[in-house]
T-cell receptor, first 113, second 108 residues
Framework: NAGVTQTPKFRVLKTGQSMTLLCAQD?????MYWYRQDPGMGLRLIHY???????AKGEVPDGYNVSRLKKQNFLLGLESAAPSQTSVYFC????????????FGPGTRLTVT | GEDVEQSLFLSVREGDSSVINCTYT??????LYWYKQEPGAGLQLLTY?????DMKQDQRLTVLLNKKDKHLSLRIADTQTGDSAIYFC????????FGKGTRLHILP
């Protein structure tokens, strides 16, 4: 049981480049989330999904897109990276949205130069 | 809107008790959580309490909930160097709202 995994662990992009972060979970969870963590800002929800084929905007969705084609995977895309998107990105999953534990991946550290 | 507030830093001597405080605004909260984040890792659930409880104890951890004041605290007894981490308070009703995290620093 791997839990929640994220790839890659680290990435450096130049401004304007694109990339996709992959999140995978093997717990058959319906809900999946993408957060970013910045110093002094805590966790901010970017996008989330309530099930396969669904996505919804979170608190800071601009500049990001997501897809949930398979229940176990949740992809986060940056179409044209900006330095403001330098952050640590965490994926999480849960059985229900509000009332239970969220399981977090180990994070992806992204630097945009 | 819903909000969760906690102080950003706490320094405690090894062996002393640590008390991390949190306030929240949503009176509909059904669960309140403490998550721990160690360096270079994701968040991990440490403990949680139902909103109809006022205390929960689990080994060195004691969670106190004052629902009237919307105040949650986490007490870590006999603080060890391995307790050095960021602790996030969170509350949920239909979605989970996280605080910004309290960085616990252990002094020798």
């Amino acid at each position: 049981n791997a839990g929640v995994t994220q790839t890659p662990k680290f990435r450096v992009l130049k401004t304007g480049q694109s990339m996709t972060l992959l999140c995978a979970q093997d717990m058959n969870h319906e809900y999946m989330y993408w957060y970013r963590q910045d110093p002094g800002m805590g966790l901010r929800l970017i996008h989330y999904s309530v099930g396969e084929g669904t996505t919804a905007k979170g608190e800071v969705p601009d500049g990001y897109n997501v897809s949930r084609l398979k229940k176990q995977n949740f992809l986060l895309g940056l179409e044209s990276a900006a330095p403001s998107q330098t952050s640590v990105y965490f994926c999480a999953s849960s059985y229900t949205r509000g009332a239970y534990e969220q399981y977090f991946g180990p994070g992806t550290r992204l630097t945009v130069t | 809107g819903e909000d969760v507030e906690q102080s950003l830093f706490l320094s405690v001597r090894e062996g002393d008790s640590s008390v991390i405080n949190c306030t929240y605004t949503d009176s509909s909260s059904t669960y309140l959580y403490w998550y721990k984040q160690e360096p270079g890792a994701g968040l991990q659930l440490l403990t949680y309490i139902f909103s109809n409880m006022d205390m929960k104890q689990d080994q060195r951890l004691t969670v106190l909930l004052n629902k009237k004041d919307k105040h949650l605290s986490l007490r870590i007894a006999d603080t060890q160097t391995g307790d050095s981490a960021i602790y996030f308070c969170a509350e949920s009703y239909d979605k989970i709202i996280f605080g910004k995290g309290t960085r616990l620093h252990i002094l020798p």
